[in-house]
């Protein structure tokens, strides 16, 4: 047998979903391809495009088995730096992803392709004199044509940034250019023009003085800022210093946060044109805004998760937005947590790395509460505006209309009377169903450990999603024999229906998924609201954010006890984020705001906390809670996940995974089916491991891959591990 070769070979990562890496042939005897360049290679009947990740290392492949690579891309430039590769490769051991996949999400979608090459750098436009003259007079008749010239007046603006303006930017340009008001440059690096923003508050100045008076290496810091307290302020400060030595900045955002408000507020007052890497923008301006970041061209990268993994070579601090947000953590493919990867960047480049949150993860919390993260208080609005006051409204005591107490209805006529503004807001996130008794308020709980149950409807079983328990759903409720049992849960639709009969003549905007999946409508819908006039907007986790409406000075927040009693540990979490969330939405300016929070558990504890000692105190009792119950993030967890479109299939095959699970601290439950079970006539299970630390959970799933990939019910099913899971 001839274990024994001296090949020398280019070890290739593949975009398939398989946990391993392809070794090749350079293209041509004596090529050096680097680690992080793109090679395209025969795979089975297909071309693909791979990344090298190793290059004249010995093969354990003799070399008459081993195909030749087709051709090295790029002229052989590596795309992604050794640091960056370093990242990935860290990140498909630590999520247990294939490889190849994992560096994929790195590469921007055009790139994926073999005949994709990089940009050369574009064009960037600037005022000429005539346009500067321009500028002074009236808008004239051409009110899109003067809105560019405006923007350009704050400096040259880059084809990437011009994409940002709309669809109609190309049309609009070549009328000024036409005109002689605007010319175009070649690109060089931005460079910043810092324009004074307010005069800091105290709380801000003490922030950004512990920031610059530390040195700037790795550090996480955790900026815990209420609602309009000025986070963004401080990250426009931090960012200052950062830009003006030439370095670089990242700023990730949750989906919902990137606003072109808060690109202008970047723009305008840094003075310079960030580049934004989303999912939702086109591939070729994808492209460009990841070479311009990439050349370092750019200084300030904006955008959501997939920015991630954006090249930048002169990176000098990371700021993440609403650290807490649930958008951080892929949940398909690669399950990456954008939070935890974004603190891995900065310690592996040495660099500062600032987690901003009004209501911090408990994550976060506890590596600040252990001294892990440096933790910085906001405590008071950078405005005058006051904090929201809190009611809670008994619905024991309340007459009810389809889900609105009589006396949110009362406070709902009122505030409208007064031609101000009321937000209906209905929590459906973390969303896990549970069966309650509409009389007494009983809610069930699983014997061996104390969770609540999750009331799978289709299957009428309630199952235990801690240690896996199942039992039948009880017809009567076992505490008071009342014919009373319910999931608890209205929809959006319905209320919209309720409120509408309630309140005729009342516009009545409802802000969810469905109704505002057309391109306008959400912005048509936003601009009704800011007109003013008394309206009642009804949504869900889309109005919690982001959005300033002056006018709205009532918040009613309708069914929180599904979140008090959900069977997802994390749902009570999730509860407090967004009712502060959803508060901070209420009386942002010269009016005072109220919120109010009606249940059936006026007396829930967490909730009284919350209320009375705001939302520090109430995440340090949940994280105590956690504690107690050694859950995350006091333990540390992981799922396998299985679906298919036989439910044995899925149960067996997940069986027979428990059954190889290795011996070791780390312990796994299960099979039992996820909350949501049938998606798509597919069912979906899982097994839950969980140990006291992350090392042993693991080297256990490490050593448990082989003998996992080697069960022959595995091609019969779908699987995936998810560390660190968010979701059940
Ligand atoms: P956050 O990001 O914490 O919600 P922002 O930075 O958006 O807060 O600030 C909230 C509002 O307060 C904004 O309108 C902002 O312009 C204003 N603001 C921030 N800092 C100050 C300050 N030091 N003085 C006056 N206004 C401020
Ligand atoms: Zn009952
Ligand atoms: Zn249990």
């Known amino acids: 047998m001839n274990t024994h070769t001296t090949s020398r070979v280019l070890r290739v990562a593949l975009p398939v979903p398989l946990a391993q890496l392809f070794d090749y042939l350079p293209a041509t005897d004596g090529q050096f391809a680097p680690a992080g360049a793109r090679v395209l290679v025969p795979f089975g009947r297909r071309k693909l495009v791979g990344i090298v990740v190793e290059s004249g290392v010995p093969s354990s492949v003799p070399e008459e088995r081993l195909l030749r690579a087709l051709a090295l891309l790029d002229e052989g430039q590596p795309l992604l730096d050794a640091g960056l590769m370093g990242l990935l490769a860290w990140c498909w051991q630590y999520y247990k992803h294939a490889p190849g996949e994992v560096l994929q999400t790195a590469l921007p979608p055009a790139l994926r392709k073999p005949d994709a090459t990089l940009p050369p750098a574009p064009a960037q436009f600037a005022l000429t004199a005539e346009g500067e003259a321009r500028l002074q007079l009236p808008t004239g008749r051409a009110p899109a044509q003067y809105a560019l010239l405006q923007k350009l007046a704050l400096g040259p603006v880059s084809e990437i940034g011009l994409a940002l303006e709309g669809p109609r930017w190309r049309t609009t340009l070549a009328r000024l250019v036409d005109q002689g008001w605007v010319h175009s ?20 100045r003490s922030v950004v003085n512990a920031f610059s008076s530390g040195d700037s290496h790795f550090q996480c810091h955790l900026l815990d800022g209420v609602t309009g307290s000025g986070k963004t302020e401080v990250y426009l400060h931090l960012l200052e210093p950062v830009l003006k030595a030439g370095k670089q900045g990242l700023v990730l955002v949750p989906e919902i946060g990137l606003t072109p408000q808060l690109l202008h507020r970047f723009r305008q007052r840094l003075g310079l044109d960030p580049v934004v890497i989303h999912s939702r923008i086109s591939q070729g301006e994808r492209l460009g805004a990841w070479e311009a970041a990439r050349s370092g061209r750019s200084r300030l990268v904006i955008g959501t998760r997939s920015a991630l993994f954006t090249p930048m070579p002169a990176l000098g601090l990371i700021i993440l937005d609403e650290e807490h947000d649930s958008s951080f953590k892929q949940q398909e493919g690669f399950r990456f947590s954008a939070r935890d990867v974004a603190v891995k960047r900065a310690a592996d480049l040495d660099i500062p790395v600032v987690l901003g949150s009004a209501t911090p993860s408990l994550e976060t919390l506890n590596n600040a509460q252990a001294g892990r993260y440096t933790w910085h208080r906001l405590r008071q609005r950078a405005t005058q505006a006051a904090l929201p006051t809190w009611r809670i409204l008994d619905m024991n005591q309340n007459s009810r209309h389809q889900g609105l107490a009589g006396g949110a209805v009362e406070l709902m006529a009122e505030t409208l009377s007064r031609r101000e503004q009321v937000m209906v807001f209905l929590n459906r996130r973390g969303w896990a169903p549970v069966l309650m008794c509409e009389e007494c308020g009983w809610h069930a709980l699983c014997e061996r450990c104390d969770s609540n149950l999750t009331w799978h409807r289709s299957a009428a079983r309630l199952c235990c999603h801690h240690c ?25 639709q319905q209320l919209e229906r309720a409120i509408q009969e309630r309140f005729p003549g009342v516009p009545v905007l409802r802000f969810d998924r469905d109704s505002t999946s057309r391109k306008d409508s959400f912005s048509n819908q936003v601009e009704q609201v800011m007109q003013g006039g008394p309206c009642i907007l009804v949504g869900t ?6 959005h300033h409406f002056p006018d709205v000075t009532l918040v009613v927040v309708v069914n929180i006890d599904q979140a008090l009693y959900s069977a997802d540990f994390r749902a009570l979490e999730r509860l407090g984020q ?17 919120v109010i929070l009606q249940t059936f558990h006026p007396d829930n504890e967490s909730l009284a906390l919350l209320i009375s000692r705001g939302y520090e105190a109430f995440a340090l009792g949940q994280l105590e809670e956690r504690r107690l119950a050694q859950l995350p993030p006091v333990t540390f967890q992981a799922l396998l996940r299985a ?6 299939d899925v149960e067996l095959f997940l069986s027979a995974a428990a059954e190889s699970f290795p011996q070791g601290a780390a312990r796994v439950f299960g099979p039992m089916p996820a909350i949501k079970e049938k998606v798509a006539g597919r069912y979906r299970m899982y097994l839950l491991l969980q140990s006291n630390t992350r090392a042993e959970l693991h080297q256990q799933i490490d050593s448990w891959l082989i003998p996992l990939q080697a069960l022959p019910l595995g091609r019969k099913v779908r699987w995936a591990i998810d560390v660190d899971p968010q979701e059940l």
Do not use: F, W, Y
């Open 185 to 204: 440059a070649p690109l060089v690096a931005s460079e910043p023009h810092i324009n004074p923003g307010p005069v800091l508050t105290r709380e801000q």
């Open 578 to 594: 967004t009712l502060l969330q959803v508060s901070g939405r209420a009386g942002r300016e010269e009016k005072p705001g109220s």
């Open 541 to 546: 986790q889309m109005l919690a954010k982001g």
């Open 468 to 492: 896996g328990h199942q039992r039948r759903v009880p017809a009567l409720c076992p505490n008071c024999r009342a014919d009373a049992l319910s999931g608890a849960g209205e929809g959006t």
């Open 643 to 648: 679906e298919a479109l036989i439910r044995k």
